[in-house]
């Protein structure tokens, strides 16, 4: 079905948006007022923008039931600083309690059982728990309209980054596996980022991939190959050729149980798919190109 937001309500839009545009980081933001309250709450709306300047944005909307503004919007327009930490599922039911509408100058450091952590550079106290945080100052705020609903984008510099020593190499590289996130969905779900969960993706190198359209047509039309199994091959820089002498125990018995027709082709190209799931790319490669169809047909 196809939704046309101009026919949908604001909460409606809200709804698909979350939905949708999953999973989001979160920043638990702590921000100060004129007076010394310190304000703590959680925004999904998140994310990295600017590595030089390293700029971050988040954006504490308009609440959609009454267009009231948040306290931490509140509060950075009075004081432009504003101290992030990055959520961890060690932490993540606190950080829910922390997003609870208490009355303005409500701690919710208190609240929610976090301790305080002095920044070195901004007035707002770090996350003391968190095994990551950003103190920074707000470059701007951009409103992005005066209904409920409405964000109000917080464009913030980042002066320094508190990193837990258990998250960093000996050389001071982030080990992705033991951060833990916890990101946002819809409604009241969220999703934990295990390190079971993680896979990486070999980017393309300075030379960029053939790219599908390089591809043999047999690779292309397979009905077996997927188009991320094909984006993996697709992403060599130049076109393998097919090495003399090449020997693949499991490809000369599929050549040798099976006749020559679309069935051997299905299994040639299953092989090659565990291959590839395997990252074996150039043994994928030489399988495929040593395929008797292939070369009949080319």
Not at 2 to 14: D, G, I, K, S, V
Not at 42 to 57: K, L
Not at 220 to 242: F, I, K, W
Request: aromatic content about 8%; charged content about 25%.
């Amino acid at each position: 079905m196809t939704f046309h937001t101009h026919e949908l309500t604001p909460l409606e839009t809200q709804y698909f948006l979350q939905h949708l545009i999953a999973p989001r980081p979160i920043a638990l933001a702590s921000t100060i007022d004129e007076e010394g309250n310190v304000n703590l709450s959680p925004f999904s709306f998140f994310n990295m923008v600017s590595a030089n300047p390293p700029i971050v944005i988040f954006s504490p909307s308009r609440r959609l039931r009454n267009n009231t503004t948040k306290h931490t919007l509140d509060n950075i327009r009075v004081i432009p600083e504003v101290a992030i930490s990055i959520v961890t599922h060690e932490i993540v039911h606190q950080v829910s309690l922390a997003s609870c509408e208490y009355p303005k100058a409500t701690d919710e450091f208190i609240k929610a059982g976090f301790t305080k952590k002095k920044s070195s550079f901004i007035a707002p106290p770090m996350v003391a728990e968190a095994k990551a945080s950003f103190e920074c100052k707000v470059n701007e705020i951009k409103s992005l309209g005066d209904k409920g609903g409405a964000g109000q984008l917080v464009i913030a510099e980042v002066l320094c980054f508190h990193i837990d020593d258990i998250l960093l190499t000996h050389d001071n590289r982030i080990i992705q596996e033991k951060i833990g996130h916890v990101a946002r969905m819809g409604d009241d779900w969220y999703a934990r980022i295990a390190a079971a969960d993680l896979f990486s993706i070999q980017k393309p190198g300075k030379q960029p991939g053939i790219g599908f359209e390089a591809l043999p047509e047999s690779f292309r039309h397979s009905e077996v190959l997927t188009g991320n199994h094909l984006a993996r091959l697709a992403n060599v820089s130049l076109l393998p050729v097919r090495e003399i002498g090449f020997k693949d125990e499991r490809h000369e018995a599929i050549l040798q149980y099976f006749k020559p027709d679309n069935n051997l082709l299905k299994r040639i190209h299953l092989y090659a798919k565990e291959l590839i799931d395997d990252g074996k790319i150039e043994q994928a490669w030489q399988v495929l190109l040593a395929d008797s169809s292939f070369e009949r047909k080319h």
